[in-house]
């Protein structure tokens, strides 16, 4: 019987990227207030979509998981979430390659960096918005 000495357990941490500029263009273009309502709103959707995502993916939906994390990239790069829109996009690029094992691995990654760009927004609202 072998005996295992030792366990290694790997984190997985994420970078996102936000894109100051972008959110800076919204409060010029909208006033701060009205930029802090969309920012706000659009914090919401792309949390009900990377939930989304997760759902679909568990219901073997992988049509409908491709056009969720087509519009993950879409919403998310209108606000400056450059890393999470580029994980979405990776996401349906993989469903249209039809790699399975890379679409549930690429997934993971997407809610790790969206839960972790969600909480970058928030915390970029204190100091600019």
Not at 68 to 84: E, N, R
Not at 96 to 116: F, I, K, N
Request: proline fraction near 1%; include cysteine.
């Amino acid at each position: 019987m072998n005996v295992v000495n030792k366990i290694v357990t790997l984190e997985q941490t994420e970078s996102v990227c936000l894109d100051p500029d972008r959110l800076n263009g919204l409060c010029r273009q909208l006033g701060d207030r009205n930029a802090l309502n969309v920012l706000c709103r659009t914090v919401e959707e792309l949390a009900v979509r990377l939930s989304n995502c997760e759902r679909l993916w568990r219901q073997g939906d992988r049509s409908g998981l491709r056009k969720c994390a087509k519009s993950l990239v879409a919403i998310s790069d209108q606000v400056g979430m450059t890393a999470l829109a580029r994980v979405a996009g990776n996401v349906a690029q993989t469903v249209d390659a039809g790699d399975t094992v890379a679409t549930g691995a690429t997934l993971s990654r997407l809610l790790r960096v969206g839960e972790r760009s969600l909480t970058a927004i928030w915390d970029q609202q204190d100091l600019s918005i």
